[in-house]
């Protein structure tokens, strides 16, 4: 079956950076874009990353242009997303996602 496993959350100030893992399996990776979101303290969603199957090509929305990076490494089945320049308003649980399939989630909060 489908397993999403989120790492890398923490605690941060404004400005810090991390970098968030998930590993995968259950599926062929290598044939799947892979997404990023994150649910806010305030329960909403919002999508964050998206990469195509390939890793060359890389999808943001404006909130976090700039700042988060989205990468994979389809020999490991593995999908990261580095965070750098964080704000408070980035403090959320971040989800790997693949077709309606949730990990447990990390929680990034960002705070002085």
């Known amino acids: 079956q489908v397993q999403l496993v989120e790492s890398g959350g923490g605690s941060v100030q404004p400005g810090g950076s991390l970098r968030l893992s998930c590993r995968t399996s259950?599926?062929?990776?290598?044939?799947?874009?892979m997404f990023w979101v994150r649910q806010t303290p305030q329960k909403e969603l919002e999508w964050v990353a998206a990469?195509?199957?390939?890793?060359?090509?890389?999808y943001y929305p404006e909130s976090v242009k700039g700042r988060f990076t989205i990468s994979r490494d389809n020999a490991k089945n593995m999908v990261y997303l580095q965070l750098t320049s964080l704000k408070p308003e980035d403090t959320a649980v971040y989800y790997c996602?693949?077709?309606?399939?949730w990990g447990q989630g990390t929680q990034v909060t960002v705070s002085s």
């Open positions: 990469i195509n199957t390939g890793g060359t090509n890389m």
């Open positions: 259950g599926f062929t990776f290598t044939k799947h874009w």
């Open positions: 996602w693949h077709r309606g399939y």
